[in-house]
């Protein structure tokens, strides 16, 4: 019983919250202690339940799942985060480090392992290959750059990227670079609107705004 | 007073006859004065009446012949280059015309004129050291009367009599010429400005048509339309459209309409030697006829008068229009430039608006799938998600055949949430631009392929693979999925295909499948062997597995370190 892991679920579909309840429930070391459909709702029954592990949509009505799950890694350490998208692996691993989760599953019923990835996240391992967190630093300096409007990121701004990508919470970047937890909030929040340009829908609009014109 | 008056002195008597017949002498010649200016109103009036420049041109000639009762007349219109590029000519006949063979260019006694314009009146032409003598075949032409026409202080041409019918040509004669003269030339004036207002009207009312037709095109070119019409409208013989790609570039010519148009489309000349290089510098319309000191030649063939007007936008050149007239045709003049060159305003604006309305659909749709994408993604997915959750805790609990069943229809839910994944991809991403991911560049082989595989291949990804495979390897992975696709095109006659491309932080895997008959023949085996060839450089494998029920090819390499990343 105490060796039970106890999880929290964060998605704004029922459906979905429903149908890893039962999933998770029907595992013998597994507890769903809590739901969520959205971020505000969450943060406050996080801080009431302090699971072992919280499974997150990127994706809220009221916000990005990415803020959602750094507010709860600064706040309970403890409470290791797993992003749950819908979005590809390209989309879900750069959502993965900037938020500072241990891992992220796809909405794959039987090919996402979610029952494992719950039970080797609870136990403390990352699932997302440090190679790669690199290669994700690496491309979004290099898309930064290159994007004139997105700008070149700040040297403060790549070194805060660089310690996201070391998996350190806000308030251990804040302890790093001496400065305060809120201060670097804002300077992930800045980053991550600058980077929510990436996102695929919006991203094609602005590159469509973005061609010269007499480019056909 | 009788005798009186029958015996005047002879001499007296004389006189009184002398004066009575120089009277009616006086009476004639007041009659045969008051007869010629009523012939020379008749002229100036019948000169007057017509508005078409050809046929005031025409009558001209005909009255001035009437008026000073010559045999033959003619008037030569002079060009920018001092030469008659028009003859009108009364009294030959056709047979003369041909015997002759070519009109009179503005040499010997018709150039005289020509180089100092005042009457010239001769009694025979022969004897003037200016005539040139005749060509073979011309009618004898002996009496001469020739008058410069102004237009407006500018010499326009020249009116040539020659034969009177009676003696020669007198000053009376040279006066009445040189009055209708001065009638024509009013005339021409007015028959010019009237012909420079239909034009105007004329190009106007084209360049409204084509702005709406322009506007509302909905398949046809609007490019097309408009060198179709400048064409017309400005009685050319070749339009082309001209673009450079950045200031001081070789211009191409990017559309041609008219005379040896088509080679000249895609032919590209240095900007420094043409025209249109000298607007897309100056910005200005340009007006060259000929006897240029430069080349004019965006058009091949031996050009003659050459217009040029920039397509401005956002008060840059984006193109040059040229409109040449062949050699040895009417010049442009002024108004001509003028007129086009608020065509080609006209025409700017428009195009303008075409291009952000295009740029304006594409957008929408672009919107359009963004939508479709996040609905999908919003509610499809997580609805087949759920659903599959809630599926597979039933399977658990469930025993035997049906739970195995129950897993299979979750399998299959899995497999079209996938589907959906990669449409999503395609749907909310645009197809052109900088840079363009593996994911994307596999979804077109995908497709460009489905015509000659007869069914599209299924395709999936797994990892994230635009993280990982980027660069040449991108490339050699895009070589591998061509090479084994086009196999099962040609070889394996199979009903599905389907491609796999996986990734992580060590490895990164293509598989493609069908279930053909095989790729059979050693023979058939040569692009593979390329294949393993690609792999092996990259320090991987390619493993092929045919079988009669379906083939497998199998490529497998490391991922490539961080720092040798393109």
């Avoid at chain 1, 070194?159 to 201060?183: V, Y």
């Avoid at chain 2, 010559?70 to 280059?81: D, N, T």
């Avoid at chain 2, 002759?100 to 004129?113: D, E, K, N, R």
């Avoid at chain 2, 398949?219 to 400048?230: C, M, Q, S, T, V």
Wanted: aromatic share 4%.
């Amino acid at each position: 019983m105490t060796d039970s892991i106890r999880v929290f679920l964060v998605d704004d579909h029922e459906i979905v919250r429903r149908g890893i309840a039962d999933l998770l429930n029907a595992e013998p070391d597994m507890d769903v202690v809590g739901e969520a459909p959205d971020a505000a709702q969450a943060i406050g029954r996080i801080a009431a339940t302090v699971p072992d592990v919280a499974v997150l949509d990127v994706r809220l009505p009221d916000g990005s799942g990415i803020d959602l799950c750094r507010d709860i890694r600064s706040q309970h350490p403890g409470v290791r985060c797993l992003i749950l998208t819908a979005y590809d692996d390209d989309e879900a691993i750069n959502a993965a480090v900037l938020a500072g989760a241990s891992g992220y599953v796809l909405k794959d019923v039987r090919g996402s392992g979610l029952i494992e990835a719950i039970r080797k996240v609870a136990s403390g391992r990352s699932l997302i290959d440090p190679s790669l967190s690199r290669r994700v630093v690496e491309k979004i300096e290099a898309e930064s750059a290159e994007d004139p409007r997105l700008g070149s990121l700040s040297l403060r701004e790549s070194q805060i990227l660089a310690l996201i990508a070391d998996g350190l919470t806000n308030r251990q970047i804040g302890l790093e670079l001496g400065l305060a937890e809120k201060t670097i909030k804002n300077y992930v929040s800045g980053l991550l609107s600058k980077l929510g340009l990436q996102r695929r829908t919006q991203a094609a609009i602005l590159r469509l705004g973005r061609r010269p014109a007499g480019d056909e | 007073m009788t005798d009186e008056t029958i015996s005047f002195p002879d001499a007296p008597r004389s006189q009184l006859d002398t004066a009575l017949a120089d009277l009616v002498e006086r009476a004639h010649g007041v009659m045969e004065t008051q007869g010629r200016l009523r012939a020379l109103l008749r002229a100036n009036q019948a000169v007057v009446e017509l508005m078409e420049l050809p046929q005031v041109l025409h009558r001209i000639v005909e009255v001035a012949v009437e008026l000073v009762d010559a045999r033959f007349g003619a008037l030569g219109v002079i060009s920018p280059s001092g030469e008659l590029e028009q003859f009108i000519h009364v009294g030959l006949t056709d047979s003369d015309v041909e015997a002759i063979g070519h009109l009179p260019v503005g040499h010997g006694l018709l150039g005289a004129l020509i180089d100092d314009p005042r009457a010239i009146r001769l009694s025979h032409i022969s004897d003037d050291p200016r005539s040139s003598g005749f060509p073979a075949h011309h009618p004898p032409m002996d009496t001469f009367l020739g008058v410069p026409i102004r237009v407006r202080d500018k010499v326009f041409g020249n009116l040539y009599l020659s034969n009177r019918s009676t003696g020669e040509f007198t000053a009376d004669d040279e006066q009445l010429v040189k009055s209708l003269a001065g009638t024509a030339g009013f005339a021409i004036e007015n028959a010019r400005l009237y012909a420079e207002t239909r034009r105007r009207q004329a190009w106007a009312a084209a360049s409204a048509e084509i702005t709406a037709a322009m506007l509302s095109a909905d398949g046809d070119d609007p490019l097309a339309i408009l060198l179709e019409r400048l064409l017309m409208l400005a009685e050319a013989d070749l339009v082309a459209l001209t673009a450079q790609a950045f200031p001081g570039d070789e211009i191409e010519v990017t559309a041609a309409h008219g005379a040896a148009a088509d080679p000249l489309i895609g032919r590209r000349f240095p900007a420094t030697e043409t025209v249109a290089g000298r607007v897309f510098d100056g910005g200005q319309p340009l007006l060259v006829n000929e006897g240029s000191a430069f080349h004019v030649e965006v058009p091949a063939h031996d050009s003659g008068p050459v217009m040029a007007l920039p397509l401005t936008a956002g008060g840059l050149v984006q193109a040059v229009l040229v409109i040449t007239r062949a050699r040895g045709r009417q010049s442009f003049d002024a108004a001509d430039l003028d007129m086009a060159a608020d065509f080609a305003d006209q025409a700017s604006v428009a195009l303008e608006l075409i291009k952000s309305r295009t740029a304006q659909q594409l957008v929408l749709v672009q919107e359009d799938r963004a939508r479709i994408a996040r609905d999908l993604h919003d509610h499809v997915i997580q609805q087949l998600f759920g659903t599959g959750l809630q599926l597979q805790s039933i399977a658990g609990a469930t025993d035997g055949a049906t739970g195995k069943k129950i897993i299979e229809s979750v399998s299959n839910i899995d497999g079209a949430i996938a589907q959906i994944r990669t449409a999503i991809f395609a749907l909310a991403m645009p197809r052109t631009g900088e840079s363009v991911t593996v994911r994307h560049r596999l979804i077109d082989l995908v497709t460009e392929m489905t015509l000659s595989l007869g069914r599209a291949p299924t395709i999936e990804f797994s990892g994230p693979v635009d993280l990982v495979v980027t660069g040449s390897l991108a490339d050699d992975v895009l070589a591998v999925a061509r090479e084994a696709l086009t196999n099962t095109a040609r070889h394996a006659r199979a009903e599905m295909s389907s491609m796999r491309l996986t990734a992580d932080g060590t490895a990164i895997q293509l598989t493609v499948d069908d279930d053909g008959h095989g790729i059979g023949e050693p023979t058939r085996r040569s692009g593979l062997s390329n294949l393993e060839a690609r792999a092996h450089a990259r320090g991987g494998s390619c493993t092929v597995d045919s079988g009669p029920t379906g083939t497998r090819v199998t490529w497998r390499v490391p991922a490539p370190e961080l720092s040798a990343r393109s």
